[in-house]
Nanobody, 123 residues
Framework: QVQVAESGGGLVLAGGSLRLSCSAS????????MAWFRQAPGKEREFAAA?????????LYADSVKGRFTISRDNAKNTVYLQMNSLKPEDTGVYYC???????????????WGQGTQVTVSS
């Protein structure tokens, strides 16, 4: 089992950058596929990015963030990062870290969730 908690959200101007962190507790972090989701006000939660288990050599991105966001993991620190560059006002929302046991890199079916961190991008 794994528990996750997000940090690093805040206010940023359009065009700026933020790095979100997701710290995980538990003995099997390396064996989880990890992902970031986001939810804008009044909208449903949407997938943003995922990184494969173990070495994290594979990634998956939503079209809306591809080329601007980078997901990575540091297994020694039990941490997943989301580096967000060239931020736009439409990136505003609550960002959630999610975990899924096993090797399947997918935008759906995550089982463990953090409480979220607010990201606000102003124009």
């Amino acid at each position: 089992q794994v528990q996750v908690a997000e940090s690093g959200g805040g206010l940023v101007l359009a065009g700026g950058s933020l790095r979100l962190s997701c710290s995980a507790s538990g003995p099997a972090f390396i064996d989880y596929t990890m992902a970031w989701f986001r939810q804008a006000p009044g909208k449903e939660r949407e997938f943003a990015a995922a990184v494969s288990w173990r070495s994290g050599l594979s990634t998956l991105y939503a079209d809306s963030v591809k080329g601007r966001f980078t997901i990575s993991r540091d297994n020694a620190k039990n941490t997943v990062y989301l580096q967000m560059n060239s931020l736009k006002p439409e990136d505003t929302g609550v960002y959630y870290c999610a975990a899924r046991a096993g090797p399947v890199l997918t935008p759906r079916a995550y089982d463990f969730w953090g409480q979220g961190t607010q990201v606000t991008v102003s124009s």
